[in-house]
């Protein structure tokens, strides 16, 4: 079997943002020709050498990153979930397997994936939505999560597309201490769960909790807390016995280990849990990186009704609340707008497809030169399927 790469959400730092509907008016935005003409332009703003059909000479991002080599390709593509994600890139490796699909439909997307491969780096961007809640208002599509990891000139160019070409708003997305917290919780609930077949200490490992005070002195920036991985478990069980602590008991039990060991209390409004790390995923209040979970034994499940893994579980319950959280409370919508998008959206995902075994082949990262390769050929069958370009590059 081929190899595919990585599912792109998964082993890469990213920085979080949040994102205004993007304004496209009557032409959809998530259509293969109308992404390609937005690739485009922004290959023209990277590289400077075009403004209005004129050639100019100026300093850009190539200037001031003289190790990332010229911009070979530039492209903004769909991205549907992770079976989706395996049967494309299967696909390409093998045009026979005529059961496969390279397309990703609009409604089934999950958003779309912004990739710049330089001669010597390659970067990417992720525009992000809840496929359960796929409403927008006419003329707009809600793409509320944007996850980054570029160099801060490229990044500053890219986003400056984005509120320019969209008349959007693009603010970073700072995480509370309450959802870094949960997350936290929402992994170790699942492990922890009776139908669950994946330990607390091989899925999370070791454990850092990063406490911060900015509202408090300038004098102590952050102070870690390592626990390891052999003791998560014994805080999570002694948090289960304190009062007040059927949501949260670990941070509950934490809580009561550092008052009574540290005299801190870290439930003070002046203290925060600014990130939390572990095997499964980094997450700070402005960026995350998150590992692909380890899928469930087929040997111990009916293959007829295939069960999802408590770290998938974990993964599909955190992508959930993380769009969420970026689609705010109504600070870009008008309320009504809002509470209707909500209502729609369950609070979380649960079945996986019965092609979910195959996530596992995406784990093997794949050489920069196949995926160009592959690309190519994907550009290919892309233009016979759908023909002409239906937006015109002004």
């Not at 990891?149 to 693009?170: C, E, G, N, Q, W």
């Not at 999570?236 to 280990?257: E, I, M, V, W």
Request: glycine share 4%.
């Amino acid at each position: 079997m081929a190899d595919v790469p990585p599912y792109p959400l998964y082993g890469r730092s990213y920085l979080l943002y949040r994102l205004s509907p993007l304004h496209h008016g009557d032409v959809p935005l998530l259509n293969e020709p109308v992404l390609d003409t937005h690739a485009k332009r922004l290959r023209e703003q990277l590289k400077g050498d075009n403004v209005r059909g004129v050639e100019v000479d100026f300093a850009g991002p190539e200037d001031a990153l003289p190790n990332l080599g010229p911009l070979d390709q530039c492209s903004w593509d769909m991205i549907g979930d992770e079976d989706a994600w395996i049967d494309r890139h299967r696909q390409l490796a093998d045009p026979d397997a005529s059961h496969l699909t390279t397309l990703v439909h609009a409604e089934h997307a999950r958003g779309i994936q912004v990739t710049l491969d330089y001669e010597n780096h390659a970067y990417n961007a992720l525009l992000l939505r809840d496929p359960t809640a796929t409403t927008s208002p006419h003329g707009f599509t809600s793409l509320p999560l944007l996850l980054v990891k570029m160099p801060s000139a490229i990044r500053a160019i890219f986003l400056d597309y984005i509120r320019t070409s969209f008349d959007a708003h693009v603010v970073p997305l700072r995480l509370s201490s309450a959802f870094v917290t949960s997350t936290l919780e929402t992994y170790l609930r699942h492990l922890t769960a009776s139908t669950s077949t994946q330990s607390v200490q091989d899925v999370i490992g070791q454990l850092q909790v990063q406490l911060s005070f900015p509202k408090a002195t300038t004098l102590l920036r952050h102070l870690d807390v390592t626990i390891a991985g052999r003791h998560v478990s014994g805080f999570l069980n002694r948090g289960g016995l304190l009062r007040d602590a059927k949501d949260s008991p670990f941070t509950t039990a934490l809580a009561a280990y550092m008052r009574k060991h540290l005299a801190l209390d870290i439930s003070h409004p002046k203290v925060h849990i600014s990130r939390i790390s572990c095997a499964s995923l980094v997450l700070a209040t402005d960026r995350l990186k998150l590992m692909a979970p380890d899928i469930a034994d087929s040997s111990i499940v009916d293959s007829d009704t295939p069960q999802a893994s408590a770290g998938e579980l974990a993964v599909q319950d955190f992508y959930a609340s993380l769009v969420k959280e970026a689609a705010g409370t109504g600070k870009f919508l008008s309320e009504h707008l809002t509470v209707d998008r909500r209502s729609s959206t369950p609070s979380s995902p649960t079945s996986a497809s019965a092609s979910r075994r195959k996530r596992a082949v995406s784990n093997v990262p794949a050489a920069s030169r196949n995926t160009k390769r592959s690309r190519a050929r994907e550009k290919e069958s892309r233009d016979g399927v759908l023909g002409d370009v239906v937006m015109a590059d002004a």
